[in-house]
């Protein structure tokens, strides 16, 4: 894997050395920023009139001035710009329009052989849903933006993430989930992929947002129907983390600080240097935190004509210590290439204890027999991962290649320690078992995508190779060894190559995008205690479909369908029977298959002066489904397992609007239904289930002045159903504060999450053999204030870069052209 890291970046090398700089570069014709000259056209960049900001994916529109037919056409960039090119002698009409905003028109802009290039001054478009007597001066993002193909979770104007994590972040999302214990799953399920920047982690789903600092994040994309050019992983689809990374000169930066109740501590410092053509970011942040709370069990298993009960109260503790430092660096070589390199190192420390009390008996022999057992869980790793980009760009706007590789590496050693005593007998037994268990997993990927457009459409095709090697190794019980028992030695080899290619563009008043990719995938197992080894080759396409229709300025349809995949993780594919309580054993399924999806989603986006609303309409179904089953083996012993017991589906709508009352108050609800179905059998019983689940979000904002800002929060979810139970329907409440000084670069805040206690988490299970009721309730409240200082924040220099129409630099990016 290293050997295929270092190949990888001689071939970064290779490409950057003979890249030959473009005739005409730099500064020749009158392109900005260095660009290319352009034989014909209309070059101008869009802006929202209130913020300044860039208007991205804004529609542009050409039309023939003497009989207003369609010329040409585009879409504003990240940076707001955008260019039609080729554009014979002529005058024109340009327009404008962006869903949420006013259309913009400019009358009669000709194109001759004296000037066969027009440059527009920034072009501002008003919001439709602000009046114009009634803007505030001070610009704020919403904390939840609603994108073509995503969501987006601004993290940083969300009182409530304040010394927490990724998770707490996404704790008021619509469509969102987050249980007692932090996982996270979206419309019902837990199984979507996690990207960083948009790369791949070798961190798993809710492990991976667990870890990541609140306060390292700028925002979070929600992508329920990703195109051919991700990666399928994922049946509820991609959450991408875009982590703060600083562009303006000079150096800058952001320290922040918190510390809650219970020994939570959360700190960290993101810097940023820019200079000319070369960028340095660096970072560190440190975590404390941790999860704790009580619980109660019943439990009844069947054998014969006997009837085994076990009733347990219990505690819990979690305790997780995070260190994350991260470095990288971007050089601009001229307009068309460039090179960045980053690196991530973490260090984790993690302690779960617990301890209950049983009371055993049985119906009709009434055995009676209490027990008490306390486990200890202690946990040491490390983790760094290395990337490379290369991005080279042709003289067209929207020619780009790009190659990016990666490579990741983590280190877990966990000791677990159990201890069991049966009291209240003649002779009290005790019973110990101490295991140790060491994983190392490797991940390496190496990509290529290429941009090509044509005409108003774009062509998109690429590749991607993707090698994993995970090794487990748990020894026996180190305090009461067996000679001659073998250890549990597991091994994983996955290797995926694919290839993608999408195409887009419009079709009279509709922006389509077609998507096909197709995957071949080998995954190799091996228990090495038995020699128990499985080999899967498979071949899969996986089409991706998406459109969207502007009614008019303040309406806009969109829909999309992909197909998505769950491979399964290795906890669920280890044949090796292991203990993880002392009444309950696991074991793996090395026979699972994939878990299979189609996804299907129509949205309705509507704006009004102070308000939208946006209505969804979802359809899931997965084949294969991997269910959690639950078989009494003996007396009060249960065996957890994994089987693929046929198929799931989720069919509903989501409904959320945010409204303005005034200046100072604004709230945001949300609410969504589905019926869920679990269609399947194991061992010829019977799994099929259904419900019909809801969820109401509310939130609101109170803004005391324009330096004091007050978040509340509330979200219901109604029960839910599993292949062999269901779930208690549950309430959670919370809020944050924070206040502004010195100009606004020092932020005081206050956070306060399960205020009332409320919140608590009760699931049933039942077989023919067993059934049992948990329930478990967070210690409450978790309180934290923080403290946030910038560095540098330069907003005299944003100031005149918004006024100028944006830098150079911005122009640059994407804008080459012939």
Same mark, same amino acid.
């Given at each position: ?33 260095? /660009? !290319? ?45 955008? !260019? ?41 478009? $008003? ?10 001066? &001070? ?5 939840? !933006? ?5 969501? *987006?979770?601004?993290?940083?104007? @969300? ?7 990724? *998770? ?31 790369? =791949? ?29 991700? %990666? ?16 303006? /000169? /000079? ?54 004509? &006997? ?26 070589? @001229? ?33 009676? *027999?209490?027990?008490?057992?306390? /486990? ?18 042709? %003289?067209?706007?929207?020619? $780009? ?13 966990? +000791?677990?320690? #159990? ?19 060491? $994983? ?12 090509? =457009? ?89 089409? &991706? ?76 179904? #997965? ?30 709508? $989501? ?27 194991? +061992? ?21 002045? =324009? ?41 005081? +805040? ?56 944006? #830098? ?11």
């Amino acid at each position: 894997m290293k050997r295929f890291f270092i190949s990888v970046l001689l071939v970064f090398i290779l490409f950057n050395v003979n890249a030959q700089t473009p005739q005409g570069r730099p500064g020749s014709g009158p392109s900005r920023g260095g /660009g !290319m000259p352009i034989s014909s056209g209309i070059v101008g960049r869009v802006i929202d009139a209130q913020s300044n900001e860039a208007v991205e994916y804004a529609n542009v529109a050409l039309f023939n001035a003497t009989d207003s037919t369609l010329v040409n056409g585009t879409i504003t960039n990240a940076k707001g710009f955008f !260019m039609l090119k080729n554009i014979p002698n002529g005058t024109y009409n340009m327009r404008v329009k962006f869903i949420g905003y006013k259309s913009h028109t400019i009358n009669k802009i000709s194109i001759t052989d004296e000037q066969p290039v027009v440059r527009l001054k920034a072009l501002k478009i $008003e919001p439709a849903n602000i009046e114009l007597d009634a803007v505030d001066v &001070t610009a704020k993002q919403e904390e939840v !933006m609603f994108k073509i193909d995503k969501r *987006v979770i601004n993290v940083s104007e @969300n009182i409530n993430t304040i010394g927490g994590t990724a *998770v707490d972040a996404l704790e008021n999302t619509p469509g969102v989930e987050v249980d007692i214990d932090g996982n996270v799953s979206i419309r019902g399920s837990s199984n979507f992929k996690v990207l960083i920047d948009g790369k =791949p982690t070798a961190m798993e789903g809710s492990e991976a947002l667990q870890q990541i600092p609140a306060s390292s994040i700028k925002e979070i994309e929600i992508i329920t129907n990703p195109s051919a050019k991700y %990666d399928p992983d994922g049946l509820t689809g991609i959450l991408n983390i875009v982590m703060k990374k600083n562009i303006k /000169g /000079g150096l800058n930066g952001l320290v922040s600080a918190s510390v809650g109740n219970d020994d939570r501590y959360d700190g960290s410092v993101n810097l940023n240097y820019r200079k000319n053509k070369l960028n340095l970011i660096g970072g560190y942040s440190y975590r404390q935190g941790g999860r704790g709370g009580n619980s109660e069990s019943y439990y009844e298993t069947y054998r014969n004509d &006997t009837t085994f009960y076990r009733d347990e109260e219990g505690e819990r503790g979690h305790t997780r210590i995070s260190h994350n430092f991260k470095a990288g660096i971007d050089y601009d070589f @001229n307009d068309a290439n460039l090179l960045s390199f980053n690196a991530q190192y973490r260090l984790n420390e993690r302690e779960r204890g617990n301890e209950s009390f049983y009371e055993q008996y049985t119906d009709p022999e009434s055995i009676f *027999v209490e027990s008490y057992t306390e /486990g200890e869980n202690k946990d040491e790793g490390s983790s760094y991962e290395l990337s490379g980009v290369y991005i080279h760009k042709f %003289d067209e706007k929207d020619h $780009e290649l790009r190659l990016m590789a990666t490579f990741s590496s983590n280190d877990d050693t966990e +000791s677990a320690y #159990t201890l069991k005593d049966t009291l209240g007998t003649t002779t009290d037994i005790v019973e110990e078992t101490l295991t140790e268990t060491t $994983e190392n997993h490797n991940h390496g990927t190496f990509q290529a995508d290429y941009e090509l =457009p044509l005409g108003s459409n774009k062509l998109e095709a690429g590749f991607k190779s993707s090698l994993r090697a995970i090794d487990y190794n748990q020894t026996g019980d180190i305090l009461n060894p067996i000679p001659g028992s073998p250890s549990n030695e597991f091994v994983y080899q996955e290797d995926i190559h694919a290839l993608y290619a999408m195409f887009s563009g419009p079709l009279g008043g509709i922006e389509y995008q077609l998507g096909l990719r197709g995957e071949y995938s080998r995954v190799y197992t091996e228990q090495k205690a038995n020699d128990d080894s499985n080999t899967k080759e498979i071949f899969t396409v996986y089409p &991706t479909l998406h459109f969207s229709y502007e009614l008019n300025e303040t309406n806009k349809l969109m829909a999309g369908y992909s197909r998505r995949v769950h491979r399964p993780r290795t906890f669920f594919l280890n044949p090796y029977e292991e203990r993880s309580d002392a009444f309950t054993i696991r074991k793996g399924n090395p026979d699972l298959d994939p878990e299979y999806a189609h996804s299907l989603e129509m949205n309705y986006l509507k704006y009004f002066k102070q308000s939208f609303f946006n209505a969804t309409v979802f359809y899931r179904q #997965t084949d294969n489904n991997i269910g959690r089953i639950q078989k009494a083996i003996n007396d009060n012993m249960v065996l957890l397992t994994f089987e693929n017991i046929n198929k799931e589906t989720s069919l509903g709508a $989501e409904f959320s609007g945010r409204h303005k009352f005034g200046k100072w108050l604004s709230a945001n609800l949300s609410y969504s239904f589905f019926r869920y179905t679990i269609d399947g059998e194991t +061992s010829g019983e019977d799994l099929s289930n259904e419900s019909v689940n809801h969820k109401v979000r509310g939130n609101a904002n109170v803004r005391f002045g =324009p330096n004091s800002n007050l978040q509340m929060f509330g979200m219901y979810f109604s029960p839910s159903v599993t292949s062999q139970g269901e779930r208690d329907g549950f309430f959670f409440t919370g809020f944050g504060y924070k206040h502004l000084l010195l100009d606004r670069k020092l932020t005081l +805040s206050l956070r306060v999450r399960n205020p009332f206690g409320n919140f608590k988490w009760r699931f049933t299970s039942e077989g023919s053999t067993f059934k049992n009721e948990f329930v478990r309730r967070p210690d409450f409240p978790v309180v934290y204030v923080g403290v946030t200082y910038r560095i540098n924040e330069g907003f005299k220099q944003r100031r005149m870069e918004r006024e100028n129409g944006g #830098t150079s630099q911005d122009f640059s990016e994407g804008m080459t052209v012939d």
